[in-house]
């Protein structure tokens, strides 16, 4: 019986579109469940004005106000939350400088995305060194200090706090192979170092000049301050399978297909509970002619959508620069701007890289979220 067909339709999604019409794709379960195509005879973005709550939101984390400063002796800085929900919450890191403690987090995996910048991450499975592009995935309960590069001075990194654990999809690959996506041999994994190197590893003294090291434990939002008269990063070695992890958004090579526009869910990087962190990188456009190269309108009913685009050239957002963050929640249309659509005709390739986040239960706006929002973002397809 199904999929059932009526009226004027295409046979297969995304391709020869019936003439003047714009397809929406009408899901659940974000790109794995039901489904049906919808041909509209106007863009389903084509509102005149929203009255209410629900739209499509665009946040520029660039101008986030500053962190409250909890400790005077912090250029690191406290992250900023600007989304959230219960499964996660999506942070602004601007560092001046250098932990003068160690850090952990006991309330969740934390994923940097470095957007500006680079430096050395210290953990107890030894140091990482980062750059612009590196996923930094560092296990809930981890010991680490973030050491960012004195001669750049410009950082910017995008946090996503999990409260679940932070998983690589392997097994979901199926048919594709393991090689597809990334292959783990580009995984970086830390190893101990001697004693004698790394910035603080063989200091006499602690990051604050003191003979004390200080741990920062995050529980349920409140400090707790654990000194020690040694360094607590004194890990000789180890072996198992839990460890940071480093990957950079260079080394994603996208699934795609030349006949039919894939939907954003073969370009996921990490999963976790109720929600999933995908890459977007430069790819090919679809070579059929009659294959639609523009993503399709849908109102991605079951997921809400945030998009923080790091590098680029976004052609299918009029009027968002690297930096920026769009949120489409659950509920209301999005899709191509109408010059998108226009301008790919002349392009072979996209040419953006961006992360992009799927959750599962809507996402919530902080204080600090609205106060550097782009109040017209849900008009911009109008322009
Ligand atoms: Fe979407």
């Known amino acids: ?44 973005t084509g509102w005149t004005r929203i009255e209410g709550p629900l739209k499509p939101r665009a946040i520029n984390c660039l101008t986030l106000p500053g962190a409250e400063v909890l400790r005077k002796d912090d250029p690191f800085g406290e992250a900023v939350t600007f989304l959230f929900n219960s499964d996660l919450a999506l942070k602004a890191v601007r560092p ?15 994923v940097y995305f470095i957007h500006k910048g680079a430096g050395n991450l210290e953990t107890d499975y030894g140091p990482l060194n980062y750059e612009r592009g590196d996923y930094l995935v560092i ?38 192979g393991v090689g597809a996506q990334y292959d783990m041999g580009v995984v970086e994994t830390p190893s101990p170092e001697p004693a004698e190197a790394g910035d603080l590893a063989g200091s006499k003294t602690g990051p604050q000049g003191e ?56 370009h996921t990087t990490f999963l976790a509970n109720n929600f999933v962190i995908c890459s977007f990188v430069p790819r090919p456009f679809e070579a059929d002619p ?29 009027g ?27 392009k072979v390739e996209t040419d953006e890289y961006a992360v992009m986040l799927d959750t599962r239960y809507p996402l919530h706006l902080t204080e600090a979220g609205k ?5 017209e973002y849900h008009m911009s397809w109008s322009l």
Not at 1 to 16: C, D, I, N, T, W
Request: hydrophobic content about 35%.
């Open 1 to 44: 019986m199904f999929p059932l067909g009526k009226g004027e339709y295409s046979r297969q999604a995304h391709v020869a579109l019936p003439e003047g019409t714009f397809e929406d794709e009408h899901g659940r379960e974000g790109f794995y469940g039901r489904v049906s195509h919808l041909y509209h005879t106007h863009p389903p």
């Open 96 to 110: 001046a400088g250098p932990m003068p403690y160690y850090m952990r987090n006991a309330d969740g995996d934390d």
């Open 139 to 176: 296990p809930r309960g981890t010991t680490y200090r973030f050491t960012p590069a004195s001669n750049e001075p410009d950082q910017f990194y995008l946090l996503i706090e999990s409260f679940s654990e932070i998983k690589i999809p392997v097994k979901e690959r199926g048919m594709l």
């Open 211 to 266: 003979p004390e090291w200080e741990v920062r434990i995050k529980r349920e939002g409140e400090y707790t301050s654990v000194f020690y008269p040694f360094n607590p990063l004194d890990v000789v070695g180890w072996k198992g399978d839990l460890c940071p992890i480093k990957l950079n958004i260079r080394d994603y090579r996208p699934v795609m297909s030349h006949r039919v526009h894939l939907p954003p869910s073969v």
């Open 290 to 318: 009659e294959a639609m190269r523009v993503p399709f309108f849908h109102r991605n009913i079951d997921y809400d959508e945030v998009l923080f685009y790091h590098d680029g050239n976004f052609f299918s957002r009029h």
């Open 320 to 346: 968002i620069d690297a930096g920026m963050v769009t949120w489409h929640p659950q509920g209301i249309h999005h899709g191509p701007h109408p010059k998108a659509i226009g301008a790919v005709k002349n």
């Open 371 to 375: 106060a550097a929002e782009w109040p």
